[in-house]
């Protein structure tokens, strides 16, 4: 592997091991900031009871996505320099946004909850937990707006004279019309895997608990637990079938190429047939040794344009067009092949769907066996739970992963729809200056180091996970102010 090659699979890795963490950063800060309003309002020892159980679960969780979310951005400058220097003018705007703002109030506000439970009053520390939600929910937008500026950029025009892209216009950045489309879809997700979550491990205490010693209050404790994390599966999954598919319209409108690897299309085909099985070479470039076994007739016309009948190009037609387009060989005389590796386009797409199946069957088996105030007790379904609690995250990772090679070989891609002199090829976006000894090197420690901090996180998130609801007394009411001379003191 040369120097680029190891910088693509270094980013890969950190940026996947970093997105595993922050679906449920997003998703969780805000179900702890419904469950600490629900005791709030009723004074139910319960919902304490669940605030701090999952609050010590979050604490966790984002401070290891802290840590891994710093090595992103200092690729950028060091790996990616000849990207930078190219879009740094547009690329750096959302990204210093999302630190100046959203990582500065939920940092802020995390720490004004970790240690003023019994230090603030309980408005105000209860306003900590929204305000540290809201920050992550924000957070995500300008991350969101970053990423979607690489896959549709706008407001931008290419200079000649210094050769790098220039921002004109900073509100369509912020309003890319797929960062409006991508950011609902990826909160619904967050909300999935947090929703999975929650329900995984209360069901796995409710049947544990109920068995031992029957149907007890703290089996009703996690029967709660349970069935609120279902119902949040139930709306977040409903919410990302309906932005999956406004997503997906657009990708067909915006990158095709994407769309069509995504379905291993090899010919233009009117009306288009959904894939659900396709076997050949998937890795070939030519896309001719591709054949569709298993297929739903002009479901795939549907999901690009809404209409059962519609043209859908395929590999083969897009592939000329593209380099039509945007050059057929590169600096070196070579051929551009514009097709995305197919094998990683098809599969993740799956996968990303597949996966997602798992929280549809929990959801759907608690909120049956758990109606009109009944406690399960079934062992099966514990095991459904444990199960379905890494299949959100790996669904989200591998929607990722299709988002991101589906773009090569581009890492600007083109706006097809509007002006599109502003795009550039991943194999000029690395840094130059960079040797493949020096990446390999960062590449090996960012793993090892990754591999050691994904065990503290595994044990840590399963020694509290394993060690339950522990009874929590109420901490003093405190409307009005406290003594101003006792300091805030860590709360877990």
Same mark, same amino acid.
């Given at each position: 592997?040369?120097?680029?090659?190891?910088?693509?699979?270094?980013?890969?890795?950190?940026?996947?091991?970093?997105?595993?963490?922050?679906?449920?950063?997003?998703?969780?800060?805000?179900?702890?900031?419904?469950?600490?309003?629900?005791?709030?309002?009723?004074?139910?020892?319960?919902?304490?009871?669940?605030?701090?159980?999952?609050?010590?679960?979050?604490?966790?969780?984002?401070?290891?996505?802290?840590?891994?979310?710093?090595?992103?951005?200092?690729?950028?400058?060091?790996?990616?320099?000849?990207?930078?220097?190219?879009?740094?003018?547009?690329?750096?705007?959302?990204?210093?946004?999302?630190?100046?703002?959203?990582?500065?109030?939920?940092?802020?506000?995390?720490?004004?909850?970790?240690?003023?439970?019994?230090?603030?009053?309980?408005?105000?520390?209860?306003?900590?937990?929204?305000?540290?939600?809201?920050?992550?929910?924000?957070?995500?937008?300008?991350?969101?707006?970053?990423?979607?500026?690489?896959?549709?950029?706008?407001?931008?025009?290419?200079?000649?004279?210094?050769?790098?892209?220039?921002?004109?216009?900073?509100?369509?950045?912020?309003?890319?019309?797929?960062?409006?489309? @991508?950011?609902?879809?990826?909160? %619904?997700?967050? =909300?999935?895997?947090?929703?999975?979550? $929650?329900? /995984?491990? +209360? !069901?796995?205490?409710?049947?544990?608990?109920?068995?031992?010693?029957?149907?007890?209050?703290? @089996?009703?404790?996690?029967?709660? %637990?349970?069935? =609120?994390?279902?119902?949040?599966?139930? $709306?977040? /999954?409903? +919410? !990302?079938?309906?932005?999956?598919?406004?997503?997906?319209?657009?990708?067909?409108?915006?990158?095709?190429?994407?769309?069509?690897? %995504?379905?291993?299309?090899?010919?233009?085909?009117?009306?288009?047939?959904?894939?659900?099985?396709?076997?050949?070479?998937?890795?070939?470039?030519?896309?001719?040794?591709?054949?569709?076994?298993?297929?739903?007739?002009? %479901?795939?016309?549907?999901?690009?344009?809404?209409?059962?009948?519609?043209?859908?190009?395929?590999?083969?037609?897009?592939?000329?067009?593209?380099?039509?387009?945007?050059?057929?060989?590169?600096?070196?005389?070579?051929?551009?092949?514009?097709?995305?590796?197919?094998?990683?386009?098809?599969?993740?797409?799956?996968?990303?769907?597949?996966?997602?199946?798992?929280?549809?069957?929990?959801?759907?088996?608690?909120?049956?066996?758990?109606?009109?105030?009944?406690?399960?007790?079934?062992?099966?379904?514990?095991?459904?739970?444990?199960?379905?609690?890494?299949?959100?995250?790996?669904?989200?990772?591998?929607?990722?992963?299709?988002?991101?090679?589906?773009?090569?070989?581009?890492?600007?891609?083109?706006?097809?729809?509007?002006?599109?002199?502003?795009?550039?090829?991943?194999?000029?976006?690395?840094?130059?200056?960079?040797?493949?000894?020096?990446?390999?090197?960062?590449?090996?420690?960012?793993?090892?180091?990754?591999?050691?901090?994904?065990?503290?996180?595994?044990?840590?998130?399963?020694?509290?996970?394993?060690?339950?609801?522990?009874?929590?007394?109420?901490?003093?009411?405190?409307?009005?102010?406290?003594?101003?001379?006792?300091?805030?003191?860590?709360?877990?």
């Amino acid at each position: 592997m040369d120097a680029l090659d190891l910088a693509r699979w270094q980013f890969g890795i950190t940026t996947v091991y970093h997105f595993v963490l922050v679906p449920l950063t997003i998703g969780l800060s805000m179900l702890v900031a419904i469950m600490q309003t629900a005791w709030h309002r009723t004074g139910n020892e319960r919902w304490l009871r669940l605030t701090k159980f999952y609050g010590k679960l979050l604490l966790i969780n984002f401070a290891l996505g802290v840590a891994t979310g710093i090595v992103q951005e200092f690729q950028f400058g060091m790996n990616w320099s000849e990207y930078s220097r190219y879009v740094g003018d547009i690329f750096g705007a959302p990204l210093a946004m999302e630190a100046l703002i959203a990582f500065f109030l939920e940092s802020t506000f995390l720490g004004l909850w970790i240690f003023g439970w019994d230090r603030l009053p309980r408005r105000v520390h209860l306003a900590t937990i929204w305000l540290l939600a809201i920050g992550s929910t924000v957070s995500a937008y300008f991350i969101i707006a970053a990423n979607s500026w690489m896959q549709h950029p706008v407001g931008a025009t290419y200079n000649p004279a210094t050769g790098r892209a220039e921002m004109n216009d900073i509100w369509a950045v912020l309003t890319n019309k797929t960062a409006l489309v @991508a950011y609902p879809h990826v909160i %619904a997700t967050a =909300f999935l895997v947090a929703g999975t979550f $929650v329900c /995984g491990i +209360a !069901v796995y205490w409710m049947v544990r608990t109920v068995r031992a010693k029957g149907p007890d209050a703290d @089996a009703s404790m996690y029967r709660t %637990a349970a069935r =609120f994390g279902a119902w949040v599966m139930i $709306v977040a /999954g409903a +919410a !990302v079938i309906v932005t999956g598919d406004e997503q997906a319209k657009l990708m067909f409108e915006q990158q095709p190429i994407k769309m069509a690897a %995504a379905e291993a299309l090899c010919d233009t085909e009117q009306p288009a047939a959904f894939s659900i099985l396709s076997v050949g070479h998937l890795g070939a470039t030519d896309c001719n040794d591709v054949k569709t076994i298993i297929k739903i007739p002009g %479901a795939l016309s549907f999901l690009a344009t809404g209409s059962w009948d519609s043209e859908v190009k395929g590999l083969n037609d897009l592939q000329p067009y593209y380099a039509e387009r945007y050059g057929a060989t590169d600096s070196n005389g070579e051929t551009i092949h514009y097709q995305p590796n197919l094998a990683i386009t098809y599969w993740s797409f799956r996968l990303m769907i597949g996966l997602a199946v798992f929280s549809a069957a929990l959801a759907l088996s608690v909120l049956w066996f758990t109606r009109r105030g009944r406690i399960a007790d079934q062992v099966w379904l514990r095991r459904l739970a444990l199960v379905s609690l890494p299949m959100p995250f790996l669904a989200a990772s591998f929607g990722w992963i299709f988002t991101e090679m589906g773009r090569q070989p581009f890492v600007v891609a083109p706006n097809p729809t509007g002006s599109d002199e502003v795009f550039l090829l991943t194999q000029y976006g690395y840094s130059t200056a960079v040797s493949a000894a020096m990446v390999l090197t960062s590449m090996i420690t960012f793993t090892l180091v990754y591999g050691v901090l994904a065990v503290f996180w595994y044990r840590l998130m399963h020694r509290y996970a394993v060690e339950g609801a522990v009874p929590q007394e109420a901490p003093p009411l405190r409307d009005d102010d406290a003594d101003a001379s006792r300091p805030l003191s860590f709360a877990y």
